[in-house]
């Protein structure tokens, strides 16, 4: 969750900070080298770090979703898990965050939940298809797309 009133770099700090030390009252945040450098890194690697002293809330909503990123990749999660990750977003910026996924993807493991069938086909290595919560089809884009059962279910042919 970004919090609006703190920069971009501050919201980026705390979740790195959350998971490399606990919370020290008598040590200002500055004293953990490590924790700024880690922060640095992840606005650099989602875009942001020339938006680091500006607040979370003069974002566009584009850049608040990447900065949502950024957060979650502060806290060097094992599985990231991205719920509509253009959901809302212009053109433009759903470009620019398709290329962010596919840059991460590079280096973590990612779990998508989108209803945009032609993003899940152009980033997905492995769809799993749900009907009713249950797993009606699993495999790459190119089997999936050819499922007949995917076909009847969700094209109605």
Known sequence: TIMPNATVLENVRIAAQSRRHGWNMLRHHDHFSDIMEKAEAVLAS???AAKADELAS??????????????ALATEPQLLC???????????????????VRRIAKDHTILIVEHDMQLVMGLAETITVLHYGEVLAEGPPSEI????????????T
């Open 46 to 48: 989602v875009g942001l």
């Open 82 to 100: 991205l719920d509509e990750p253009t959901a809302g977003m212009s053109a433009a910026e759903t470009h620019d965050t398709i290329q962010l």
């Open 58 to 71: 003069n974002l566009s909503h584009g850049e608040q979703r990447n900065l949502e990123i950024g957060i």
């Open 145 to 156: 797309q050819n499922n007949p059962r995917v076909l009847e279910v969700y094209l109605k």
